[in-house]
């Protein structure tokens, strides 16, 4: 079985820039997780979809980052006007269903965003 | 609020050798309780969890885990380290998927 597809794995911009990030969970998995993983630290939520729909943000910096999933399947996190602090990996995960702790989630290997 | 803990940042163990990893917890009601492994350039895989039942788990590549209550800790455990245990390891608590909370991590490195 294929894993949590990720790209690009490194992207270098400069503050003020946009970036965007792609993601293809394991085929079959409703729900989608973007976390972001600052150095030292351990990741955190951004933002959770079940299909398509958004099923928690609340951690999501809105005036500058947005996600979709529009045909529940692949998804883009992007950033703009990107930040000095949003330096990070950000991490994909997947799930097989709904936001029961019993569905694992499977991560994909991060984008390494530096921003200068 | 729930957070988590992890004292120790950076361990360096023998091959061979036996490990334990600390973690510490804070939450408002029964937890559910996670350990993770990142090795570099990969993503997080899931070692073991505890729900309920009994508090010593079992997980993959030889890890176990006992949940004590009454210290709010979740420790890893493995008896015998390889050199390819080398990664860092993240504990994680919460009570639905985007309720989850991680630890800062714990980096291992393995001496031959």
């Known amino acids: 079985e294929a894993g949590v597809a990720q790209s690009p794995r490194y992207k270098i911009i400069e503050k003020r820039q946009s970036v965007a990030f792609w993601c293809n969970p394991i085929?079959?998995?409703?729900?989608l997780y973007w976390y972001q993983q600052i150095l030292g630290q351990g990741p955190k939520l951004l933002i959770q979809f079940q299909n398509n729909g958004v099923v928690d943000d609340s951690q999501l910096p809105k005036d500058r980052f947005s996600a979709e999933r529009l045909k529940g399947v692949d998804s883009t996190l992007k950033i703009q006007p990107a930040k000095l602090e949003d330096s990070a990996v950000y991490l994909c995960?997947?799930?097989?269903?709904?936001?029961?702790?019993?569905?694992?989630?499977?991560f994909g290997p991060g984008t390494r965003l530096t921003v200068l | 609020a729930q957070s988590v803990t992890q004292p120790d940042i950076h361990i360096t163990v023998s091959e061979g050798a036996s490990l334990e990893l600390r973690c510490n917890y804070s939450?408002?009601?029964?937890?559910?309780l996670f350990w993770y492994v990142q090795s570099p350039g990969q993503g997080l895989q899931l070692l073991l969890k505890y729900f309920s039942g009994d508090t010593l788990v079992q997980g993959i590549k030889g890890f176990e885990a006992e949940f004590k209550r009454s210290q709010s800790s979740f420790n890893l455990r493995k008896p015998s380290v390889h050199w390819s245990d080398a990664a860092e390891y993240f504990c994680?608590?919460?009570?639905?998927?985007?309720?989850?909370?991680f630890g800062a991590g714990t980096r291992l490195t393995v001496k031959p």
């Open positions: 995960a997947s799930s097989s269903s709904g936001t029961d702790l019993y569905n694992e989630q499977f």
């Open positions: 939450y408002g009601a029964t937890p559910y």
């Open positions: 994680a608590v919460g009570r639905d998927n985007n309720d989850m909370r």
């Open positions: 085929s079959g998995h409703a729900t």
